[in-house]
């Protein structure tokens, strides 16, 4: 497995997410993780019973329309095979479940499963599902992915593209397919995973694309196969990878399919490591310095970061998120790109809990906890590193006196981060609860950061109240890109 293609497909898909440009086309060997067969399984008892061998034949789709020839033209054996096999139970994948959370808005599949839709809609969101020509036409309300299922689904195995004929009338039937996966593939950067290109309409669009911009000026596109190890079916692999070539698709080789997890759970760290979720509220900044210097410290904290391109989540924070805002609008403003969306992110706290007027305070205040903890886990989850700073807040102690404390909200906040993979950067100069994850981080740093002793080294910077402001927004910025390198 060449770790140069790899790191290409990461750098460039990751680009691809961050400029909405990404797609995916899943095949049927993306499914078959979930317990769903694939063509040669489909096929096996429409060969046994024409006298075949599934397992010598190679054209399968020929098997197909071999079928239908012997029963005059009907094909309900057949579409009550794709019933059987593709409406059973079956489970979502760590790899259906990436994809749905990335931020992809165009998915492709010939397959016939409702996989894709069904993880969508897991994630949270509301997929558009193209199933025919006719679904194009027509816009799903709120949406956030189209799926096209260029080969029809199995709620309407009658339309489904499965015999030699379908595909030669697929232009006729079908086209409105083909002009928009044309159009997909010229504007965006796709990733092909379980597809073997052995499918003639897929081979049909990317000629036509080849013809009409030349190889070139293509677009570049990453699919995932499996290495070869007999000697035959390597020279074949090699040269079918090659060709590949001319369509601008670039060949990422396997030794087994764990590893397609492996890359995509990279490039969905890659991409939420460029968000940065800013924990932070204060009632006072004494531990580290004055109000003014603690504001100014996180304003150009949020500022340089935007600049980076850096996308900044707050859950406005008192005392704190204002100064991220600030930060942020301050060089937003001083360019000519005005899409706030795309550089900072606001999730503020619900002030008040309107519950039933017959709980008792002590239930108010769990359903409180139990609310703010999940919308905690919703803001967090977008990022792919936490940055904490100051964290306390004013109590009234059992006494009935006013009593500054560590923020117990911030440490669930840690403990949200660490336990969904997210790298926690706490600048301990600036006291409290930061410092004390601070500690905790530092006490047990192997387990964070390995055993890397350029972020150590930034961390003891953090740590340190002698520190200068210049000096630790630097350290930030330099563990994030560390963090950054694949």
Not at 91 to 111: S, V
Not at 120 to 130: I, S, Y
Not at 210 to 228: A, M
Request: net charge neutral; glycine share 4%; aromatic share 10%.
């Amino acid at each position: 497995m060449s770790t140069t293609i790899i790191k290409e497909c990461i750098k460039v898909f990751v680009h691809a997410l961050q400029e909405k440009n990404a797609a995916v086309f899943l095949g049927a060997g993306f499914s078959k993780e979930s317990g769903f067969v694939d063509w040669k399984e489909l096929m096996r008892n429409i060969a046994e019973n024409l006298g075949l061998d599934v397992d010598i034949e190679t054209d399968l789709i020929a098997i197909a329309q071999y079928h239908v020839n012997e029963r005059l033209g009907h094909r309900n054996i057949i579409n009550q095979s794709i019933i059987d096999h593709f409406t059973q139970f079956s489970h979502i994948t760590q790899n259906h479940k990436i994809l749905a959370e990335l931020p992809i808005t165009t998915y492709w599949t010939t397959n016939y499963d409702n996989l894709i839709e069904s993880s969508l809609e897991d994630a949270g969101k509301t997929p558009d599902v193209k199933r025919t020509s006719e679904n194009i036409c027509i816009t799903t309300p709120r949406r956030d992915a189209i799926v096209y299922k260029m080969h029809g689904d199995a709620s309407l195995p009658d339309n489904a593209v499965l015999t030699k004929e379908d595909y030669e009338t697929y232009e006729l039937n079908r086209s409105a397919f083909s002009i928009v996966l044309q159009a997909d593939l010229v504007s965006k950067t796709f990733l092909f995973i379980g597809f073997s290109f052995e499918d003639p309409n897929l081979i049909y669009i990317l000629t036509r694309i080849k013809n009409l911009l030349g190889t070139k000026n293509s677009r570049t596109h990453y699919c995932f196969f499996k290495s070869e190890k007999d000697p035959d079916k390597k020279r074949k692999q090699e040269l079918k990878l090659k060709d590949l070539n001319r369509y601008g698709i670039s060949a990422i080789l396997i030794d087994d399919y764990p590893q397609i997890t492996d890359i995509l759970l990279q490039i969905s760290y890659q991409y939420k490591r460029s968000q940065i979720f800013i924990s932070g509220a204060a009632e006072t900044f004494s531990e580290y310095s004055s109000e003014n210097k603690g504001k100014e410290l996180i304003h150009n904290l949020s500022k340089y970061l935007v600049s980076k391109e850096k996308k900044i989540i707050s859950g406005f924070g008192y005392n704190v998120g204002s100064s991220v805002i600030n930060g942020a609008l301050e060089y937003i403003f001083s360019t000519k790109y005005r899409k706030l969306d795309e550089y900072l992110k606001l999730m503020p706290f619900p002030q008040f809990t309107t519950c039933d007027s017959m709980l008792t305070d002590s239930e108010i205040k769990t359903l409180k906890k139990e609310r703010n903890n999940r919308y905690r886990d919703l803001m967090i989850s977008e990022a792919g590193i936490i940055i904490f700073a100051f964290g306390n807040k004013k109590i009234i102690n059992s006494e009935g006196k006013e009593e500054i404390i560590n923020s117990n909200g911030m440490y669930e906040e840690f403990k949200i981060a660490i336990n969904k993979g997210i790298k926690p950067i706490p600048i301990g100069a600036t006291g409290y609860m930061a410092k004390q994850i601070w500690n905790e981080v530092m006490h047990d740093f192997e387990k964070y950061y390995e055993n890397d002793n350029d972020i150590r080294s930034w961390f003891i910077i953090l740590g340190n109240k002698n520190s200068t402001q210049n000096d630790i927004i630097k350290s930030i910025f330099n563990i994030i890109q560390k963090l950054n390198k694949i």
